[in-house]
Structures are given as structure tokens and as C-alpha cells.
């Protein structure tokens, strides 16, 4: 069954995947029930959302994989801060998942580690949308998901050579763009202003990449 990472809520959301030219394979079934993974900052309350995470999901049941959640000599803060040990308590006790697509490569190496404690398993599926590749400071710490996932998508074929610059496999890299559904935008017949000037509104942040110069 594939599987959806995500931090927070930030809405229902539906992806259109195209699993056989990723290389998936086999019929799709979709779990559309949201795990999230975010912890409180509060101490008292991240104990207590950690704890109360672990007996609802079962993972007690697990103690090997939670004790590795709690390895803060290799996971450092993440499992310093129970963070760690919350998500791989969320996915443990549940249907295991045939694909964890991760939008973000931050993300992705949230479900790298998951998936090496024994929390989730399946191939690995990462997004690379933009400020993972552009803000990143250190390109190096992709080095290990490049390693061991499995596929990723970049949206667009100047961050698909970014990735392989950055030593990413060449034959796991797809160009995934982010698509817009045509059909939903119904036509409207604009008429020209008296003065033949033409006006539009563009939205976006304040930045240089999003292209206001050229605008």
C-alpha cells in the first residue's frame, strides 16, 4: 500500500501517481487517512503526546524498533527530543506500505530514518519541489537518501541535474512537474481596455527566482 509522509496538516490533498513508469508496478490502493508527525515543543507535552502515540498505536509491541528511536548517539536531536520515537510509534502497529512518497527531500530523510529503525519499509519516492535543493545549506546531507532511495522527482530539469550534480543515480532521477488540472479552470473571455493596456496579477513571494523582473 503506498504511503504519504507529512509533518503537519496542510490540508487534503489527492496525487495522481503514475506507478508503472516509476518503475512501482503491481495495482494501487490508497490509505487516504493522514498520519501526522508533529510533536509538541512543550517537554511535558512531547512526553506525554510520545507516550499516549505509543500505546494507542501498539508499538509497545516493538521495543527493539522503539529503542533504536531513542538512539541519541546516532539519531541525535531527533531522538534526543522524542520526535524519533513519535513517528516511528505512529507508523508501527498499521498496515505496512508498499511506498512512502515524501514531498521535500527534508522529508525524505525523515522516512530514510524510519524506515532504518524498522518503523516503515518499502521503496522510498521523494520530491525535490524547490527550496530543499535552493535554500539546503549542506548539499551533502542527501548523500545517504541518494544512496537508498529508490526514486525522485524533481519538478523541473534544472533541479533534475542539481540532484545529479549532487551524486544522485542519474537512473533514479524523473522529472515529476507539478501539473495543473485544465479542466478545472473555467474560460472567461477578457475584453481589452479602452486605453489597450493590458493589466495581470501574479502572486507569489517576493523573491528572485519567482521572476518578478521579467514580469
Known amino acids: 500500500m503506498p504511503g504519504l509522509l507529512a509533518s503537519h496538516w496542510v490540508g487534503h490533498f489527492l496525487?495522481?501517481?503514475?506507478?508503472t513508469s516509476l518503475g512501482l508496478g503491481g495495482p494501487l490502493r490508497w490509505n487516504t487517512q493522514p498520519r501526522y508527525l508533529g510533536i509538541?515543543?512543550?517537554?511535558?507535552?512531547r512526553l506525554s503526546r510520545a507516550l499516549s502515540t505509543v500505546t494507542r498505536s501498539g508499538a509497545w509491541r516493538h521495543p527493539v524498533v522503539l529503542g533504536r528511536?531513542?538512539?541519541?548517539?546516532?539519531?541525535?536531536r531527533s531522538a534526543r527530543s522524542l520526535s524519533l520515537l513519535h513517528a516511528g510509534a505512529t507508523f508501527?502497529?498499521?498496515?505496512?506500505?508498499?511506498?512512502?512518497?515524501?514531498?521535500?527531500?527534508?522529508l525524505g530523510l525523515r522516512a530514510l530514518t524510519l524506515r532504518e529503525i524498522g518503523a516503515l519499509d518499502g521503496k522510498l519516492v521523494v520530491s525535490f519541489?524547490?527550496?530543499?535543493?535552493?535554500?539546503?545549506?549542506?548539499?551533502?546531507?542527501?548523500h545517504d537518501l541518494f544512496r537508498k532511495g529508490d526514486v525522485f522527482l524533481p519538478v523541473c530539469e534544472h533541479f533534475a541535474k542539481r540532484?545529479?550534480?549532487?551524486?544522485?543515480?542519474?537512473?533514479?532521477?524523473?522529472?515529476?512537474?507539478?501539473?495543473?488540472?485544465i479542466s478545472d479552470l473555467e474560460f472567461c473571455e477578457r475584453m481589452g481596455s479602452g486605453d489597450g493596456t493590458t493589466r495581470l496579477i501574479s502572486i507569489g513571494r517576493l523573491i528572485e527566482k519567482k521572476g518578478w523582473r521579467t514580469l
Open 15 to 19: 496525487w495522481n501517481a503514475r506507478a
Open 40 to 45: 509538541p515543543r512543550q517537554r511535558s507535552r
Open 69 to 76: 528511536s531513542l538512539n541519541v548517539h546516532r539519531y541525535g
Open 92 to 106: 508501527l502497529g498499521t498496515e505496512r506500505y508498499d511506498v512512502v512518497h515524501c514531498q521535500f527531500g527534508r
Open 129 to 142: 519541489r524547490g527550496s530543499d535543493l535552493s535554500k539546503d545549506e549542506n548539499a551533502g546531507a542527501y
Open 163 to 181: 540532484l545529479i550534480g549532487e551524486g544522485c543515480p542519474p537512473s533514479r532521477v524523473r522529472v515529476h512537474r507539478s501539473g495543473v488540472r
